[in-house]
């Protein structure tokens, strides 16, 4: 690497970043030591009454009336407007409604105390069994945490901080899918292809309105999976688009988006990558990893690393983007609001923006040693080449 001085980098962290409500993005210059691990109970417990945060059960979620949501879903327009018109012959009006009852009973959550107070404590016990820590930057979770307070003045949904998640309904298992349907999952299909397509599209799309409507913090995947390989895989539509609408069409006023990476080093995404097939999640492979979890040595798989971006208004990011399409002079009349293709447009550029906001903070040790190999001259290079070709990088990264 080539000697460089402190003033030969400069790099203006908010220059990226789409404004909020209320001005510019917030971009987190932390230093390097200033780590917090929240499976260590005295510092998470410490974070908590410093931030005056509620306990694990004690959130304000559980008091949102989700059977609620569940009936204002079957009553939404949208989900009345595509049974009516599905009741031509073929099916009965009656049969329609109730195999939309039928999918939002499949779909919806049902966040309860006495469901997730146990959720919790298994998870908590499987996390600090399988992994050393969940390492988040400090400033970053203040960041985060007064977000949440601002977003739950507001009444506005936060992207992230999860009440209710996102899930694949093959996680939907027998006793496993009631313990997290309790606390917060909502299952969602892998595609929504199919016979029940315009039906089930336009019950997801309400639920998710609703749950924005009533400042419900969502957490979903934009990649619709994991990355066996450590690269982002192409963003999915789907959800950020249902979110999208609503606040396209007044029926929801905002929403934050947080950008987040979750990295750990799970070897068997390294099996996979070697040819082994994925095992199909099921009841019986659950009893079977928490048997084997019970044998396995202590914190196996060493730390997760939480990584999160400047959080963003996503009205802001909508109105800043038409702007800048009408500025271009190809798009002098670019208007989501009113054009589909135009939102199509509007829609990918932000999901692609999310993405790169991830990959933008998604930094740990092995994407530093990996640059620093790919980067070498020649076929190899020697273990102090690579030590002073790490540290150089690891300056680069700290002083940027």
């Keep these: 690497?080539?000697?460089?001085?402190?003033?030969d980098h400069t790099a203006d962290s908010n220059s990226r970043v789409p404004p909020t409500v209320d001005g510019p993005g917030v971009a987190w210059k932390t230093p390097v030591d200033e780590y917090i691990n929240v499976l260590h109970e005295d510092e998470s417990e410490e974070f908590r009454k410093v931030h005056n945060l509620p306990g694990a059960g004690k959130d304000f979620s559980f008091s949102i009336d989700w059977r609620m949501l569940e009936r204002r879903t079957l009553e939404h327009p949208k989900v009345v407007a595509v049974i009516e018109a599905a009741g031509d012959g073929r099916q009965s009006t009656s049969a329609l409604k109730r195999r939309a009852r039928e999918i939002c009973q499949e779909l919806c959550t049902n966040m309860q105390n006495r469901l997730f107070k146990p959720t919790y404590?298994?998870?908590?016990?499987?996390?600090?069994?399988?992994?050393?820590?969940?390492?988040?930057?400090?400033?970053?979770?203040?960041?985060?945490?007064?977000?949440?307070?601002?977003?739950?003045e507001e009444g506005k949904s936060v992207v992230f901080l999860p009440s209710a998640i996102a899930a694949g309904d093959n996680l939907n298992m027998p006793l496993a899918g009631t313990f997290l349907r309790g606390s917060g999952a909502f299952f969602i299909r892998r595609t929504f292809k199919g016979p029940e397509h315009n039906l089930y599209s336009a019950i997801v799309s309400?639920?998710?309105?609703?749950?924005?409507?009533h400042g419900v913090n969502l957490k979903f995947f934009p990649e619709g999976g994991r990355s066996r390989s450590g690269k982002l895989l192409q963003p999915k539509l789907g959800m950020l688009g249902m979110l999208l609408d609503p606040i396209l069409s007044g029926a929801v006023e905002d929403a934050y988006l947080v950008p987040v990476s979750v990295r750990?080093?799970?070897?068997?995404?390294?099996?996979?990558?070697?040819?082994?097939?994925?095992?199909?999640?099921?009841?019986?492979g659950v009893v079977e990893q928490a048997r084997h979890l019970m044998k396995m040595p202590r914190s196996r798989y060493g730390n997760i690393h939480v990584r999160v971006a400047p959080f963003f208004s996503a009205k802001a990011y909508i109105a800043q983007h038409a702007l800048l399409q009408r500025r271009s002079g190809t798009r002098a009349g670019f208007d989501p609001w009113t054009n589909p293709s135009d939102r199509a447009v509007l829609l990918k550029a932000?999901?692609?923006?999310?993405?790169?906001?991830?990959n933008r903070v998604a930094l740990t040790p092995t994407a530093i040693v990996g640059t620093a190999l790919l980067c070498s001259v020649g076929r190899g290079m020697s273990r102090t080449d690579l030590i002073r070709s790490v540290e150089w990088l690891r300056k680069e990264v700290v002083r940027s």
């Design 1 to 7: 690497p080539p000697a460089a001085s402190a003033d």
């Design 121 to 152: 404590t298994v998870v908590q016990m499987m996390f600090r069994r399988l992994w050393d820590g969940i390492i988040f930057e400090r400033k970053q979770l203040e960041e985060l945490t007064e977000l949440c307070q601002r977003a739950h």
């Design 264 to 284: 750990d080093g799970d070897e068997d995404y390294v099996t996979e990558l070697l040819g082994a097939q994925k095992q199909k999640e099921s009841l019986r």
């Design 206 to 213: 309400a639920y998710m309105e609703l749950m924005a409507q």
């Design 350 to 358: 932000l999901a692609y923006f999310v993405l790169e906001e991830i």
